[in-house]
């Protein structure tokens, strides 16, 4: 165990310390930390919130690029609500991730750049090899509920494997993406999107069939 902490401690730039160390105690993985804090980084979690990270996992809250500043950013867990980790997955800084009540936010492997918001009422799950852009919106309720309209204001978002997801792009409920898609920087995906499409605009639309990206 001391040798893993050496390792994590003074293998990332940065860590914040203290508070890598309390969340871990408070979420059970002290002998085996799983969940990395960067500074500026502020974590709630209400009672029975929980954040889960599966074995060889590693979930990275607020971390920088390299000579680059440390933003305020947040991550907060209403009660019973879930964050559940699969694989090694980085949050950069700047970002908002809210987990309401008895919502679950699930993610494979990747990462989320600058300033990405992720709002999560019910379920929102996110695959492995996953790329998501700067100031990216993903949310699966529009938060207020239209008269005649209750039964489309929350509905869960599924984003497959292997997803590229464009500069201030919006992914809104409802929607499903599939493997090997690119959300175009600006896109508001209202609708599903095929495996190995681009779509762009707003509304979203597909523009390209067959794309392939690294």
């Known amino acids: 165990m001391f040798k893993r902490m050496i390792d994590i401690f003074f293998g990332y730039r940065r860590l914040s310390v203290l508070k890598t160390l309390y969340i871990n105690f408070k979420q059970g993985y002290f002998g085996n930390l799983r969940i990395l804090v960067y500074p500026r980084m502020k974590i709630g979690i209400a009672r029975k919130g929980k954040i889960v990270v599966h074995k060889s996992a590693v979930l990275h809250l607020g971390t920088a690029w390299e000579r680059s500043n440390f933003n305020n ?15 090694i997955f980085s949050f950069h800084t700047g970002g908002y991730i809210n987990i309401k009540k008895g919502g679950k936010l699930e993610i494979g492997s990747g990462y989320a750049s600058n300033d ?26 529009n938060d207020h509920v239209i008269k ?11 984003i497959g494997e292997h997803v590229g997801i464009g500069r201030r792009a919006m992914i809104l409920n409802g929607v499903t993406i ?17 495996a190995r499409c681009m779509v762009a605009g707003v509304p979203a639309k597909v523009i390209k069939e067959d794309v392939e990206w690294t």
Do not use: H, Q, W
């Open 116 to 141: 990405v918001d992720i709002t999560c009422y019910r379920s929102i799950k996110i695959g492995d090899y996953v790329a998501i852009s700067k100031g990216v919106v993903i949310s699966d309720s």
């Open 148 to 158: 005649g309209m209750e039964e489309f204001n929350t509905k869960p978002i599924v």
């Open 73 to 87: 950013s947040s991550l907060k867990i209403d009660r019973a609500g879930k964050f559940i980790v699969n694989s």
């Open 178 to 194: 599939g493997d090997g898609a690119i959300i175009a920087a600006g896109a508001v995906v209202v609708r599903d999107v095929p």
